[in-house]
């Protein structure tokens, strides 16, 4: 491999082309006098209105069927996300692009509320977010997330909050109003507990020290917390498991689960690169038992099978899984969402007579 200049602070240390654009730059003049340019790794911003911010999530697999996503693109720039692939169809690469350019959509706590008011909406919990974090770091500016709960606790409405970032803390408050209400679900993605892994895993993310932290004072506020251990990356973090799920329940986790990493579409490369670049020692070992738990492949988009893998390996680390949780976890659960509380403004006019 060519020698490169290693981009601290991100994940993907290339940006692959987008599957979707006809023509596209390269760095390809002989004097190299393009490649500083198009290698900045500033974070850029851009704004969307969109039409609607709440998208019906069509995979059997995923027990929410709705999802809201105030930010595309996600500067946490964790290497294996899945959502880097969506990056592409808005033109960019789901490569540094991916964590470098972010899509603010600045009407999305307005927009929810006007899908809310629909005479045909359903109440079901919606996933904040489906996609990419809601607490990554403009979040601390923009207070799209905050805005959009304050909607949600409005109308009564259930949801489902899953993030690696402590910025969660700031809205306590709200937290607490919806989950008195039985309104609320909190997931917290722990993925190590090895900081030079996890800077380099997710380079713009919460340690892991700090997210515990926030487990315990979330527990603390009586509010129920499941940890993601997610992905499980075979030669990586499987290891951890027994650690990983003992540290989430000494801090008042009430549940767990798991995803083993698959890497579809562009994140292949971008993985392949990125584990090679970090570590050369094992980087075939980690591919080869990814692909293991996969038929043979790194990639997997079969439901059902896609997050928890087959095979000698995936079997293994589902057994240590489901025994670890049994150890620590054992009889607690998260609390059954209310769903009979949703009202409308219309519905809440109407009390008034």
């Not at 095979?311 to 489901?322: C, D, M, P, Q, V």
Request: charged share 20%; glycine share 6%; proline share 5%.
């Amino acid at each position: 491999m060519e020698e490169q200049t290693y981009f601290k602070g991100r994940g993907a240390q290339l940006n692959p082309s987008n599957r979707f654009r006809q023509n596209e730059y390269v760095t390809d003049h002989v004097e190299g006098l393009d490649g500083p340019l198009l290698q900045n790794s500033k974070t850029e911003y851009y704004t969307e209105n969109p039409k609607k911010i709440i998208n019906k999530v069509t995979s059997p697999d995923l027990g929410l069927s709705y999802s809201m996503n105030p930010y595309q693109g996600c500067e946490h720039g964790c290497i294996y996300c899945y959502a880097r692939n969506t990056h592409e169809y808005w033109g960019y690469s789901a490569g540094l692009d991916f964590e470098r350019k972010i899509i603010i959509k600045e009407n999305a706590p307005e927009t929810l509320a006007a899908q809310l008011e629909n005479p045909n909406w359903k109440v079901m919990p919606l996933m904040l977010s489906g996609n990419t974090d809601c607490y990554q770091p403009i979040e601390q500016k923009m207070q799209l997330t905050r805005r959009m709960l304050q909607v949600l606790l409005q109308y009564r409405h259930p949801v489902s909050i899953i993030t690696k970032n402590a910025l969660i803390l700031r809205d306590l408050d709200i937290l607490r109003q919806l989950d008195q209400l039985n309104l609320l679900h909190v997931n917290i993605s722990l993925t190590t507990l090895n900081e030079e892994l996890r800077s380099k895993l997710e380079p713009r993310t919460a340690s892991a020290a700090k997210r515990l932290a926030v487990i315990q004072k979330l527990s603390e506020a009586g509010i129920s917390v499941n940890v993601m251990v997610a992905p499980i990356i075979p030669g990586l973090n499987d290891h951890e498991i027994p650690k990983l799920l003992q540290q989430a329940a000494a801090h008042g986790a009430s549940s767990a689960a798991y995803t083993i990493v698959r890497l579809n579409g562009s994140i292949g490369e971008i993985f392949r690169n990125w584990v090679h670049q970090n570590y050369p020692d094992r980087a075939d070992k980690v591919l080869n038992q990814i692909a293991a738990c996969h038929g043979g492949q790194i990639n997997d988009s079969t439901y059902g099978r896609r997050m928890t893998g087959e095979g000698e390996w995936a079997t293994t680390i589902s057994n240590l899984f489901r025994v670890t949780k049994a150890k620590y976890l054992q009889g607690r659960q998260m609390k059954p969402y209310n769903y009979s509380l949703f009202c409308t403004k219309a519905g809440k006019q109407l009390r008034l007579f």
